[in-house]
């Protein structure tokens, strides 16, 4: 029986772990906050205050107020906010606990912090929950394992990435890195 060994050429995953929006239905604050943090092209303290005012001020559904926690938390991580990131999610999963994109968006964090243990936590309940992102769920999850350790584990999630979004930059530059050795 052949057993394929895999080894990575460079210890640490050194590519930003993935994050994802929340779409919101409608107008007003709570659709601004979606839009400044699925553009990419704001200023963090006018972005952060918009999604912070729809909380406070905006009566919403309750997956509009899960889905505003998770994009101010994405964009509180994109500053490098990661603790207030997290308390996002944990805000998010509050209200609605099957809200995939907030767990991905917690593993995320928790790469950035380099707490790569409880990434896996959160991305294994992403990729459960089957988040609309998957393909980050995958990716992700193979960052947080490759840095734990679990290198064939990772090879495979870098795969599984690339098929979930074939043709995906980030996962085939991931996959070159590797080398794979029938034995």
Not at 74 to 81: A, H
Not at 98 to 117: D, K, V
Not at 143 to 171: C, H, M, S
Request: proline share 2%.
């Amino acid at each position: 029986m052949s057993r394929i060994l895999l080894s990575s050429l460079v210890a640490l995953a050194s590519s930003a772990a993935a994050s994802a929006q929340v779409f919101v239905i409608g107008g007003g604050l709570a659709r601004e906050c979606y839009d400044e943090a699925n553009s990419g092209n704001y200023i963090f303290r006018i972005a952060e205050q918009t999604c912070s005012r729809a909380l406070r001020e905006e009566t919403m559904t309750r997956e509009t107020r899960a889905a505003t926690y998770v994009n101010r938390g994405v964009l509180r991580m994109r500053d490098g906010s990661y603790e207030q990131a997290l308390n996002d999610y944990a805000n998010a999963v509050a209200v609605i606990p099957t809200l995939g994109a907030a767990y991905l968006n917690e593993g995320a964090a928790h790469i950035y912090q380099r707490n790569f243990a409880d990434a896996l936590v959160s991305l294994n309940k992403a990729i459960e929950l089957e988040t609309d992102d998957i393909f980050a769920a995958y990716y992700n999850r193979a960052i947080a394992r490759e840095n734990t350790g679990d290198v064939p584990g990772a090879y495979f999630d870098f795969q599984k990435a690339l098929e979930l979004r074939p043709g995906w930059e980030l996962a085939q530059r991931q996959l070159s890195r590797f080398e794979v050795q029938q034995q």
